[in-house]
């Protein structure tokens, strides 16, 4: 009985020392930003939305956070969404790619843009590698994002098919330093005016804000940005100072979406999302 009640008291003293985001309420309170809505923590290999699978949960909730989104501007369309994080590890790439497979399965022209240039993991979760630059290895890609930034090639030569209809991705590219400097180019801002004729909907997966700039210099081209926040994952204090960097460079911060949320703990905020109902 004591063992049991030390316990219980241990739990709810490490629950007090938790100094990170949880909750959408933590969200309001600290870093005063909309909610779009929160993301369950689901088992491996369940958090992708699958062509086969239109009417699972993770289809719904990205059904309905679309719906969300597209009430966060009264005025003109966020046709060009950036999706970041305050770090890594908090699920921005693998919402950028949900918000685009949804769209695309609901018969909308979306491009993919992975201008995560260092860590290009959503060319990965594509089946596109970098070329290896220390073999001979063929490449599987011909050129990206990168590529196109420094001049090498046009834009037709960067936008690939995917094997979901409607849905095209434009790959990190070839590894370069600079990657600040070409975000902030005239041809990136250039690439956006065209690629608005392109497509309904642009997507664009940018690194994680507090380790690099380029997000913050991103942040300030696009229509509007989505911040994820991993639930447990990202201490307040960083998150306040990733909101404070995108907003000191005006970029339009569209809400935020709370991912990974414990199962005990998304029965409570179930109005954010209402798909269990």
């Known amino acids: ?69 597209r009430y966060t501007s009264l005025f003109g369309e966020n046709k060009i969404i950036m999706v970041t994080s305050s770090q890594k590890m908090e699920g921005k790439t693998t919402v ?11 018969g909308k022209s979306v491009i993919l843009i992975d201008a995560d240039m260092r860590k290009m993991t959503l060319s990965r979760l594509f089946g596109i590698k970098r070329k290896n630059i220390d073999t001979d290895e063929a490449p599987q890609l011909s050129a990206g994002l990168s590529d196109y930034l420094v001049g090498e090639v046009q834009l037709n030569d960067i936008i690939q098919k995917t094997e979901i209809n409607g849905l095209r991705i434009i790959p990190a590219g070839t590894r370069v330093p600079n990657t600040a400097e070409l975000l902030q180019s005239s041809r990136m801002r250039e690439l956006l005016v065209l690629l608005k004729n392109e497509a309904d909907n642009i997507y664009i997966d940018s690194p994680p804000v507090l380790p690099i700039v380029d997000a913050t210099i991103l942040g300030s081209e696009v229509d509007g940005v989505v911040v994820v926040v991993g639930s447990r994952l990202v201490a307040i204090e960083s998150a306040k100072d990733a909101v404070e960097r995108l907003r000191h460079t005006r970029s339009n911060i569209l809400g935020c979406i709370v991912n990974m949320v414990k199962e005990r703990e998304v029965g409570y905020y179930r109005h954010y999302y209402g798909y269990y109902e």
């Open 1 to 69: 009985m004591v063992g049991m009640i030390v316990g219980i008291g241990l739990a709810f003293f490490l629950e007090y020392l938790d100094n990170t985001i949880r909750t959408p309420m933590d969200v309001k309170t600290h870093l005063g930003l909309n909610i779009l809505g929160i993301i369950p923590k689901f088992t491996e290999g369940n958090f992708f939305i699958k062509i086969e699978e239109p009417n699972s949960i993770i289809s719904e909730v990205f059904r309905l956070l679309r719906n969300n989104l």
């Open 96 to 106: 950028t790619r949900n918000f685009a497979v949804s769209a695309a399965l609901q």
